[in-house]
């Protein structure tokens, strides 16, 4: 098992016929497509990382990846803490035929010929899939100087009681028909 040590490059083929094995911490710095979705680049990613063959011939990835970053707060635009947590099960596949064939149990992982991939791309993109669309505070927490709560009704006309319904005309039409 490779501890701390990330390779720029990973021939899959290779490393899932011996079974390898990853495990470290990266700066989300180095994640320069993940920062457009965070508010810093403050916090690691946690990494665990196995290669092995499914069904004995699809290589895969398997592993957990976690960070604790900062999102903006859609509300009060300030920087909200969220853990990502996450699993990934991936086969890698050369074309689209390949991918349809794969277990459901595995999202595919598009490669070139040669089977060899950038892991901290392959880690950015999970996570970057992961990152909530929408974030915002509780709203005991938010800053939000607009203050919507639920008790704001004042914006809410009064509904009458009985309200005049305009079939009321066709009905007393009807019943003199009769």
């Known amino acids: 098992m490779l501890e701390g040590v990330l390779p720029k490059q990973a021939d899959l083929h290779k490393f899932a016929a011996q079974g390898k094995e990853i495990?470290?911490?990266?700066?989300?710095?180095?994640m320069s497509r993940l920062l457009l979705s965070l508010a810093d680049d403050s916090g690691t990613v946690t990494y665990s990382l196995k290669f092995e063959f499914e069904q004995g011939r699809i290589p895969t990835v398997r592993g957990r990846l976690h960070a604790?970053?900062?999102?903006?707060?859609q509300r009060c635009l300030k920087a909200k803490p969220q853990e990502l947590d996450l699993e990934?099960?991936?086969?890698?596949?050369?074309?689209?035929?390949?991918?349809?064939?794969?277990?459901?149990?595995?999202?595919?992982?598009?490669?070139?010929?040669?089977?060899?991939?950038?892991?901290?791309?392959?880690?950015?993109?999970?996570?970057?899939?992961s990152v909530p669309a929408t974030n915002y505070h509780t709203e005991t927490e938010c800053e939000s100087s607009v203050g919507f709560t639920s008790q704001d009704d004042d914006y809410i006309e009064e509904v009458p009681e009985e309200i005049d319904n305009p079939f009321k005309v066709l009905a007393s039409l009807k019943s003199k028909r009769d």
């Open 23 to 30: 495990e470290g911490q990266l700066p989300i710095s180095k």
């Open 68 to 73: 604790n970053v900062q999102v903006t707060c």
């Open 88 to 129: 990934i099960a991936l086969g890698v596949v050369r074309n689209n035929e390949q991918a349809q064939q794969l277990p459901r149990s595995l999202d595919p992982l598009m490669v070139a010929s040669d089977e060899t991939v950038v892991l901290l791309e392959v880690m950015e993109d999970e996570l970057i899939i």
